[in-house]
Each structure stands twice: as structure tokens, then as C-alpha cells.
């Protein structure tokens, strides 16, 4: 019994200095983890949101018994594992969202089955490019390009000028073009999946 006592101490008093140890690493690296996570987001709320996690997500790892052996090396692992899963998580919202609202399918209804599924793929394809642009730049894009929305209109709904939302909107095309041509798509077709969204769009007006 004394034995038994002895190694559930021994293996409590291992798991608190591993806590400690998570702590400390956390804090002295807290700074570069976040300039790490700032490689996936634009928005400082959404890198302090990722690093929070990524903290109480090890902290718990190590508190069920985890061995962790580098603990800094286990934490940005884990950081870049919650970031990678929430920017899943936002291009299938934006994915729906767009569907939702601009159309319910890219491709006639007398269209082949063949014909359906390589729409759809081009759809998925342009909404995992949209999803990629940081934050100001993808809401300037989308106003533009899928709801139609003049220059003036964005820049006093977004609260930028003019000047900032032209260069949003060309960045947020130019990478559009080269997400979809690294997929195999030619770099026109960002213009025409956004032309087709946007009639789709007016449509349901």
C-alpha cells in the first residue's frame, strides 16, 4: 500500500513540474508563438483566440497523463493544429455562407452529372481562395466582385478609402488567380465564378 502511495505521489509531483514547466515555456514564448500563429490570420483577435487554445489544449494533454519531452516544441505543434482546423472551419463556413446566399448550384439543372461535379469542385475551389485572403481584403472582394457593390459603397461600409479598397480588391483577384491556377483552374476563371455568384445573386434579390 505505502508502494502504491509512493508512485501516485511520485508520478503527481512528475505531472505538477510538467504543468509548471508548460507554464513557463508558454510565458516566455508567448510572443513568438503568437508572431507563428500570425502566419495563418490577419485578425490579432484570431491569433490570441488560436494561442489561448493551443495553451489550455497542451496544459490539458499534460494534465491526462501526456509525456511531453519539449514542451515548446509540443505547444507550437498544437498551435499549428488549432490554427490549421479553424481556417478549415472558416472556409466551410464561408462555403456555405456563399451558397446560402449567392447560389445553390453553380451549374444548370439539365447539366450532366459529370458537368455538376466539376462545377462544384470550381465552386469549392473559389471559396477555399476567397477563404485564404485576410479578413479586410476578402470582405472588400467578396462586396466587389459577388454582390456587386460599387467602390464608394465598400469604403463606407468597410470605413477605408477608396484608394485601399481598389488595392483589397486587386490583391484579393491576384491571389484568387494564383490559389485557383496552383488547382489546375486558368487564372480567368476567378472573374467568371465571381460574375456567375453575382448574377446568382441579383437573382434571388
Known sequence: MAKQLSIVNDQTAKQTTSLRGLSAVFLEHQSSLKRFI????????????????????????VKAGEDVHSPKAFLF??????????????SRRLT??????AAQDVIDR??????????????????????????QSRRAFLMRK?????????????????????????????RCSAYLRE???????????????????RGSE
Open 38 to 61: 500570425a502566419r495563418f490570420f490577419s485578425r490579432p483577435q484570431d491569433v490570441e483566440d488560436v494561442v489561448q487554445e493551443a495553451y489550455l489544449r497542451a496544459f490539458g494533454a
Open 77 to 90: 505543434r498544437i498551435a499549428k493544429n488549432v490554427a490549421l482546423n479553424e481556417l478549415a472551419t472558416k
Open 96 to 101: 456555405d455562407y456563399m451558397e446560402d446566399c
Open 110 to 135: 439539365g447539366s450532366s452529372a459529370e458537368d455538376q461535379a466539376m462545377g462544384q469542385q470550381k465552386l469549392a475551389m473559389f471559396c477555399g481562395a476567397v477563404a485564404s485572403l485576410p479578413e
Open 146 to 174: 459577388v454582390y456587386g457593390l460599387s467602390h464608394k459603397e465598400i469604403s463606407e461600409r468597410l470605413g477605408i478609402s477608396i484608394s485601399t479598397v481598389e488595392k483589397h480588391v486587386a490583391s484579393g483577384l491576384l
Open 183 to 201: 488547382g489546375g483552374y486558368p487564372v480567368d476563371v476567378v472573374e467568371s465564378i465571381a460574375s456567375e455568384q453575382r448574377d446568382k445573386h
